[in-house]
Nanobody, 126 residues
Framework: QLQLVESGGGLVQSGGSLRLSCAASGFSLDLYAIGWFRQAPGKERERVSCISSSGSSVTFADSAKGRFTISRDNAKNAVYLQMNSLKPEDTAVYYC???????????????????WGQGTQVTASS
């Protein structure tokens, strides 16, 4: 069974850091681009970052640029989102997701994704 599991969320003060992990089971992540998405209460889900299957291409939402980094360790079948200088507006449930057979972030758009994790809560207090 294909499964994605996020971990690493928590409560931090504004300005703090967290490192989220997305671990896959039942399939090999190295064939796919992986996206990190978030959804805050009352808001639509949005893509925060993405990394291509090779790791050579990464993208960030404007709100994450300069503060977040994304990386992958295909040997561990995992992808990571390092979040620094967290702000209260970063508070959300964070999800990782993939689209089957797609290695490019171009294809990781809402409505077109095949597998999602259960999410991990990130709360940055002011």
């Amino acid at each position: 069974q294909l499964q994605l599991v996020e971990s690493g969320g928590g409560l931090v003060q504004s300005g703090g850091s967290l490192r989220l992990s997305c671990a896959a089971s039942g399939f090999s992540l190295d064939l796919y681009a992986i996206g990190w998405f978030r959804q805050a209460p009352g808001k639509e889900r949005e893509r925060v970052s993405c990394i291509s299957s090779s790791g050579s291409s990464v993208t960030f939402a404007d709100s994450a640029k300069g503060r977040f980094t994304i990386s992958r360790d295909n040997a561990k079948n995992a992808v990571y989102l390092q979040m620094n200088s967290l702000k209260p507006e970063d508070t959300a449930v964070y999800y990782c997701a993939v689209k089957a057979t797609r290695a490019s972030c171009v294809f990781l758009v809402l409505g077109a994704l095949d597998y999602w994790g259960q999410g991990t809560q990130v709360t940055a207090s002011s």
